[in-house]
């Protein structure tokens, strides 16, 4: 059964950097679109990054050259390495994954099939 756990979150300071993971089980990362979302209390999910299934990844001008996006295939884990962090980035961040194309190049948080419980991130001035 496919499963995402993350972990990493955690509370820094603006200007600080994290690095969130994401352990995959049940699939192979390779065959799937893998993207971060993130949400605050009361808004939808907002994407951040994603993998395609080429192993591109693409970014928002909101986290563009702060947020990099990468991927352990052995041990199926992707990561989110946060740098220059602001308080705009409190969040909780969640992985998702999707094995259908049309989803991943749509790339909205419904399309996306499969979620971890999320990890919160706490940004502070």
């Known amino acids: 059964q496919v499963q995402l756990v993350e972990s990493g979150g955690g509370s820094v300071q603006a200007g600080g950097s994290l690095r969130l993971s994401c352990a995959a089980s049940g699939f192979s990362i390779s065959d799937y679109c893998i993207a971060w979302f993130r949400q605050v209390s009361g808004k939808g999910r907002e994407g951040v990054a994603k993998?395609?299934?080429?192993?591109?990844?693409t970014y928002p001008d909101s986290v563009a050259g702060r947020f990099t996006m990468s991927a352990d295939y052995v041990e199926k884990i992707v990561y989110l390495h946060m740098n220059s962090l602001k308080p705009e980035d409190t969040a909780t961040y969640y992985c998702a994954a999707t094995a259908l194309r049309w989803a991943c190049n749509q790339g909205d948080a419904p399309a996306f099939t499969y979620w971890g419980q999320g990890t919160q991130v706490t940004v502070s001035s």
């Open positions: 993998m395609e299934f080429n192993g591109g990844t």
